[in-house]
């Protein structure tokens, strides 16, 4: 990500009257280069009356290792996060579970198998790993298929009691957006399913596929019907265990694709499951639901990669579904026993406020795709600047390079985007490379609680905003990089 570029202001000189006896001292001490740097940075209250956002801005700047508060604007502010949520929900899910935590996903037999034959049930256990994909269960059914196995007698079951299922992360958001799926002990592909169309001579031909780069498994537990209208583009109906979409005729033209949200995930991996095997010779019934863990044993298990490099995608792609599956799993690993997002994130606010002693933290889930989440500037950055928290999340931030009038800016850090919100924290170095904690909270919660659910994927005026407040967080980082050297 790169900030917009600026033209160099035109310097011009004018001319002096001679002087027949120059003075050979300057009536003006001569300034040090880094008091240059600082007296001609921008003042932030300047910087923030010049974005012209509306709403509320927080913002802090802190020395990384010390953590003493070096400039605030508005500190105790407590707004949206979005995204940057994702930055603690890695600090509590790797100090809760370790950086080399694994999910796994299992196959298990509930009976012996003889001359590979199961006498008895097979089950797809899943462990919560938010990063199986179609590949991850091909590998299952190939070990599966090299423990022996060649036919089952019984039932096929999924168990995704890992985690509880939750059929979206907010509700507040449109039905069809991908970023915005279940979440349960079993999921696969981020609990999405992929959709395309192209045109022919006779209509269009549609395909709903649980696709990776190596395979395109076509998927029965979510369905795609083109409808005679323009408007709405999708809508979206439960059919018993099946996702039941529509999409409007006027909307597609000749041929496109999309993501949509799975909110079965449990036997949308079960369907993907059942393809799998029966690609290794191992045929299966339609998988059905069960609850609590299967006794047996296991024959085949997926181990997903640690957590560290769990958390690091997360952080640079910002996957939801990765966010709120290690969020519940460190709270279960603390204890919970209400099985909500809610419950989830309110444990995660006790935990922040012992963990580095911030007040006015509110958290209603673990991705920060839920608006009524709320943390203030001073909040981020003294979780930043807790004890051996830098050493945790700054390797696995997202690098971004900050193009100044001044120099190129190196970060480390998470972004945040909702509809009139934008938040950014991490760390960086100012220009002495002294290390620098930040965070800049940027919102408009009237103008975003105005929009009607059809305006929220792309709400009039708000990438104009969202660009203001970008440059506007850049602009504050420039300043610090020089000021506080």
Known sequence: MHRRSFLSGILTTAALPACANAPETSARPVLKPDDILARSAAAAERLVASANLGGDVSAVVADARTGEILETYNPIRALPPASVTKAVTALYAIETLGAEHRFSTRLVATGPISNGRLEGDLVLVGGGDPSLDTDGLHNLAASAKAAGLREVTGRFLVSSGALPTIERIDRSQPEHVGYNPAVSGLNLNFNRVHFSWERGGNGYRTTMDARTGRFRPDVTTSTMRIADRSMPVYTYDTRGSVDAWTVARGQLGGSGSRWLPVRNPALY??????????????????????????????????????????????????????????????????????????????????????????????????????????????????????????????????????????????????????????????????SSGRPLAFATFCADTRRRAGLSVSERERPQGGRAWGRRARSLQFDLIERWWAVHA
């Open 269 to 430: 991996a079960g369907d993907v499951m059942r393809t799998m095997l029966r690609s290794e010779g191992i045929v299966v019934p339609a998988a059905e639901r069960m609850t609590g863990l299967p006794a047996g044993q296991t024959i085949a298990t997926e181990t997903g990669a640690a957590l560290n490099r769990v958390a690091r995608s997360m952080l640079r792609y910002s996957t939801n579904l990765t966010a709120e599956v290690i969020g519940l799993s460190a709270s279960a690993q603390r204890g919970l026993d209400r099985a909500t997002l809610d419950a989830s994130g309110d444990l995660m606010t006790r935990w922040l406020g012992q963990r580095a002693s911030v007040t006015r933290a509110d958290f209603d889930d673990h991705s920060g795709l839920n608006g009524t989440t709320r943390l203030s500037g001073i909040g981020m950055v003294k979780m930043l600047t807790a004890p051996r928290a830098e050493g945790i999340l700054r390797p696995i931030l997202k690098e971004i390079t900050i193009e100044g009038t001044q120099a190129n800016i190196p970060i480390q850090a998470k972004t945040g985007t909702l509809n009139f919100v934008s938040g950014l924290g991490g760390y960086f170095n100012a």
